[in-house]
């Protein structure tokens, strides 16, 4: 079984400019979720899609957005990127049980914003 | 969502069982204990899981103390592809968010 992927893997950006991320789960699962991960916070939560619904969302400005299709393939965006927006993006798929139910995740998108 | 507080780093010789302790206090009696562990710059992999009783895969061993308060998660036999670090999250309800502390960074040496 495939296991989640996730494109592009790299990505250079100008200030100001906007990204789509995109990330395919693997087959089965209904539940995405996307991480940013920088040196100086961590691992962040950034939202969760669940059979396209948005089901939970963490504490980050409305220029991050995401959504999912049918598929269950999702994608991120970002507006109006700052330098700050460097990072590596990940994104996670499980079957949507919640605490009963692994997440796998994806090998990442490494955006770096000049 | 409980809180989890682990060691900031740990060594181990290859080989040698590493055990990496997690301390949630916090816990509630419907939240899992996870472990995931991210090996430089790729994805977080999943480890184990656990509820109540100990837990064991092809990977690792999860042991959670009686009252919850406090787990282990033991690779019996450490290899060099093991260093990473590894994080201990304590989740609960219908929702896939895992709040990620900063986890031990586990270095194995020859």
């Known amino acids: 079984k495939a296991g989640v992927t996730q494109t592009p893997r790299y990505l250079i950006k100008t200030r100001g400019q906007q990204v789509t991320l995109s990330c395919s789960p693997i087959s089965g699962h209904r539940s995405v979720s996307w991480y940013q991960q920088t040196p100086g916070q961590g691992l962040q939560f950034l939202f969760e899609y669940f059979s396209e619904t948005q089901r939970n969302k963490g504490n980050f400005p409305g220029r991050f957005s995401g959504r999912q299709f049918s598929n269950s393939r999702s994608e991120m965006n970002v507006s109006t990127l700052e330098l700050g927006d460097s990072a590596l993006y990940l994104c996670?798929?499980?079957?949507?049980?919640?605490?009963?139910?692994?997440?796998?995740f994806g090998p990442g998108t490494r955006l770096t914003v000049t | 969502d409980a809180k989890t507080t682990q060691p900031t780093s740990m060594d181990c010789a290859e080989g040698r069982a590493a055990n990496l302790p997690c301390n949630h206090s916090?816990?509630?009696?419907?939240?899992?204990v996870y472990w995931y562990r991210q090996i430089h710059s790729q994805g977080p992999q999943y480890i184990i899981h656990g509820l109540k009783n100990n837990e064991t895969n092809e990977m690792a061993s999860l042991i959670i103390t009686e009252d919850r308060k406090s787990s282990t998660l033991i690779l019996p036999h450490a290899t060099l592809r093991d260093t990473a670090v590894y994080y201990c999250i304590v989740r609960v309800g219908d929702t896939d968010k895992l709040i990620f502390g900063t986890g031990t960074r586990l270095q194995v040496f020859p």
């Open positions: 996670a798929s499980s079957g949507g049980q919640g605490a009963f139910d692994e997440q796998y």
């Open positions: 916090t816990i509630s009696g419907n939240e899992y």
